[in-house]
């Protein structure tokens, strides 16, 4: 691998739809300290909807950036890794009662904080070249 890993990975991320800063706003929202509780169903249950969309929209995008990496790549095995996580959290429903539905949506936030995460973290990798130690 080289520069066209780093760079096809820039590429893929700068082309996707996302808004990596109104997506960090919303997560602040539930996981900032000091955020109000949301108390409101529907505005919870909006809030909810809000996180999925943000995470089905990135999921392609971490994806893309990923391919570029070989998979021996610690960083981009990890963003995979992170990828099923948060597949997996989609797949959940969210529970009823406003507690565990406050905790379900918290759970989609940190989700979405680390696909941001990896998703910045591979666009601004620098060129990696791994080689498998022998022993």
Known sequence: MGNAAAEGARAAVR???VD???MRRTTSRLLSPGAEVVT???ELNDLTLLLRGHIMLLIPEVEAATAWFPDDDVPATCARACLGEARMKLNVA???GPAAGIAHSQKLA???NA????Q???SDAPPRRWSRKVS
């Open 15 to 17: 082309e996707g739809p």
């Open 20 to 22: 990596a800063v109104m």
């Open 40 to 42: 409101d169903p529907k």
């Open 94 to 96: 969210p529970p009823a």
């Open 110 to 112: 940190r989700v979405l």
């Open 115 to 118: 696909l941001l995460d990896h």
């Open 120 to 122: 910045e973290n591979l």
